[in-house]
Every structure is written in structure tokens, then in C-alpha cells.
């Protein structure tokens, strides 16, 4: 089921990808020194993409924003995933990684181990960079992490010092965290 969460979060991202260049292309005269793929989004306008995709697919558990932490209620998890009969199934933590070191992610995975009693994931995306280079700089010394999935895209980007649209890696990783 897992799987199917990550694919539909590939597919929002995509889609919408697809949806900025085409919309780009119809403006291009406006937008001769500007262009902005999906690099250009905040962790919530992702998780925002991916809620509405899995409502579109008719996803089988409820989608929770925002949801408390079941040991720390002041804490909010980016997304959790509810059983039919509103027990907690899952805690998805969302990332953007864009600096050089990993300590943000930590952090969120941190807060993820400390939880029982259900699953806990977390979606990283990053900017640039080798995704398998990446990934195994993640998992490094033991991490608590296991892989479900990673995919490598191509978003749009405006370099200014290049004066050009160039493409732009984007890395999506989930993690199980142990």
C-alpha cells in the first residue's frame, strides 16, 4: 500500500511539473527571464499535490493533515494516514532537502522514532545532486531508515546566470523509519 502512496506522490509532482511548463509555454512572453518547476515549492504545496492526488485515486485510509503526535500533541506530523475506523495506520513526515548536510531530516526522523504503535515514513525531497550518492549518504552509519522507493525527475529551473531554462534534479526519496 506504501508503494502505491509513493507512486501517486511521483504521479502529483509530475503532473504538476507538466503543468507549470505547459502554462509557462502559453505565457512565454511574459516569461522570457523567469521560469519555475516544482523546485520552487514549499514542503506544504507538496503535501498539499500529493493529499489531493490520493483523494483523486480513491486512496483506502483517511488523509490526515497536520496530524498531533500521538505523544506530544503540540508536535504535528505533515500527513498520517487513518484506518477505517480512525486509528492511526501511519505518520509521513515531509522534507525538502537543500542543504548540504542531512540534520533537518534527522531531526524529523527523531521525532518519528520516538512514536509507537504505527508505521512512520519519511518523504525527502531533494535538490540536486546523484540520487544514489544521496541515498547512501543517508543511510549512512546504521540510519534508521529503509528504503520504499526513490526517483529521479527533471524540473525547470531559470538560471539567471546562465539566461536559460535549464533542468533541474529532483530527488524523491521514502523511507520506513525503524
Not at 525538502?96 to 504505527?118: R, T
Not at 546523484?130 to 524540473?155: C, F, G
Not at 539567471?160 to 531554462?165: G, M, P, Q, S, Y
Request: with cysteine; charged share 25%.
Amino acid at each position: 500500500m506504501i508503494n502505491i502512496f509513493f507512486n501517486s506522490a511521483l504521479e502529483a509532482i509530475l503532473s504538476e511539473e507538466n503543468e507549470l511548463n505547459e502554462l509557462f509555454k502559453l505565457n512565454a512572453s511574459y516569461y522570457k527571464k523567469s521560469h519555475h518547476g516544482v523546485c520552487n515549492l514549499y514542503e506544504t504545496t507538496f503535501v498539499y499535490l500529493i493529499f489531493k492526488e490520493l483523494l483523486r485515486i480513491e486512496y483506502p485510509f483517511t488523509i490526515y493533515w497536520e496530524y498531533p503526535y500521538p505523544s506530544n500533541s503540540k508536535n504535528h506530523c505533515d500527513l498520517a494516514l487513518l484506518k477505517e475506523d480512525g486509528t492511526l495506520d501511519s505518520l509521513i513526515e515531509f522534507k525538502i532537502w537543500i542543504k548540504d548536510d542531512d540534520n533537518d531530516i534527522k531531526s524529523d526522523v527523531l521525532k518519528l522514532q520516538k512514536e509507537q504503535g504505527c508505521k512512520k515514513y519519511i518523504f525527502i525531497i531533494g535538490y540536486g545532486g546523484d540520487i544514489y550518492e544521496n541515498h547512501r549518504y543517508l543511510i549512512r552509519n546504521n540510519a534508521p531508515l529503509k528504503l520504499v522507493n526513490k526517483r529521479s525527475i527533471k524540473t525547470k529551473f531559470f538560471r539567471t546566470a546562465l539566461n536559460t531554462v535549464v533542468d533541474n534534479e529532483l530527488n524523491l526519496f521514502m523511507y520506513e523509519v525503524i
